[in-house]
């Protein structure tokens, strides 16, 4: 592919901030615009050379791009289709980066620009937002889910997937009506479980707040995706309500049942229910990222004496790994060891497990 070409964004949050880092690491020689609502978020991609042209509007200027991507929240990207219509040359790609795709889809029929959108969706992301926390390799080995319009050649999708499998993401062709209730179900429903289970924790704690204080292990692992930006999460819900509604119903139903098993004590029920979730939970592969992001961590036992984690710190730090976070584990209900260590990458996790077992220390993964 030739590197001189021009891609615009508008927004240019954690995704966008993240596949601009990426197309600049990859392709030199690209030039990348951007539109945004926030000038402080354009000037630090500015001074960071994550971009090189910044503008106050959509105009002129993102008639030169052969891709713009859409990575303003889902809601918000539609609204810029009208303004875009008159400025796309004929052999540019439309794409989004949006968690919802029937949405933006029918928008974009509506303004008759199906020969030239290419939905996209990185299956990637974290808790934390903007730019700031973008990286380049955010979207490495993660699956980026392509929902070509129904009037786009061909070529235009090749081309598309070739610039995905370029950045080091894994493209998977959907159509945008699977890709909604597919992600409805193993995105969109779990963080709204998630938001209600803390949200349960939260009105049935006790006046001391116990259950905050101990919340960790299991816990914490299901709910972390709760700390996600509301606007954003309020915005996917909105875009995708029927298929999180028909969801929504099956998974209520098997609440009830669950909820008889335990009233009629039916054992074995409960039994083939943690078996069935446990073996198809452990079918499930480690290889790409999804959207709900793997944490890579390790366990190891400590013994309490000053120091500990200091000298534990200066070890992996002498060999180049670089900590996200450590701290003592104080409910051990679910979790193996006294130590936690988090890392930002698994190539670091491995790293350090092999390390700190040539010094000795007990190291338990899962």
């Known amino acids: 592919m030739n590197e001189n070409f021009t891609v615009g964004f508008i927004g240019l949050g954690l995704i966008g901030g993240s596949i601009a880092k990426a197309l600049k690491y990859y392709y030199p020689g690209v030039t990348i615009m951007a539109h945004t609502r926030s000038k402080s978020t354009t000037d630090h991609a500015l001074a960071d050379g994550i971009i090189d042209e910044a503008y106050d509007h959509v105009g002129d200027a993102f008639s030169r791009c052969d891709y ?128 209600t289970l803390v949200n349960l924790v939260h009105d049935e704690d006790t006046p001391q707040e116990t259950m905050r204080h101990i919340a960790a292990g299991g816990f914490k692992d299901i709910t972390r995706i709760a700390s996600s930006s509301p606007e954003m999460w309020e915005q996917i ?72 984690i200091a000298i534990l710190s200066t070890i992996l730090a002498s060999s180049g790994i670089t900590l996200k976070n450590i701290g003592i584990v104080n409910n051990r209900e679910f979790d193996d060891a006294v130590l936690l260590v988090e890392f930002y990458d698994e190539a670091s996790r491995i790293k350090a497990a092999d390390l700190l077992r040539r010094y000795r220390y007990t190291v338990y993964e899962r």
């Open 68 to 195: 713009i991507f859409l990575c303003a929240p889902v809601e918000a990207n539609a609204k810029y289709l009208s303004q875009l219509k008159s400025l796309l040359k004929d052999s540019c790609i439309l794409t989004d980066a949006g968690s919802t795709k029937c949405d933006i889809h029918a928008h974009v029929a509506a303004e008759g620009l199906e020969a030239q959108f290419i939905g996209g969706h990185p299956m990637a992301g974290s808790e934390k937002t903007g730019i700031a926390n973008s990286k380049r390799h955010l979207i490495e080995n993660a699956y980026y889910i392509i929902t070509p319009a129904k009037g786009v050649p061909i070529e235009k999708v090749d081309a598309y997937v070739k610039l995905v499998t370029s950045l080091k993401a894994i493209p998977l062709v959907l159509d945008y009506h699977e890709h909604d209730y597919v992600t409805g179900a193993i995105s969109h429903l779990p963080h709204i479980i998630a938001a």
């Open 237 to 308: 819900c909105s875009t995708n309500a029927a298929n999180i509604l028909q969801l929504l119903d099956s998974y209520i139903e098997s609440l009830k049942k669950v909820k008889e098993q335990l009233a009629t004590h039916d054992s074995a029920a409960l039994h083939k229910l943690f078996e069935d979730s446990r073996d198809y939970r452990n079918s499930f592969s480690d290889l790409s990222s999804g959207p709900i992001k793997k944490v890579h961590r390790l366990y190891c036992d400590m013994l309490d004496e000053a120091g500990g």
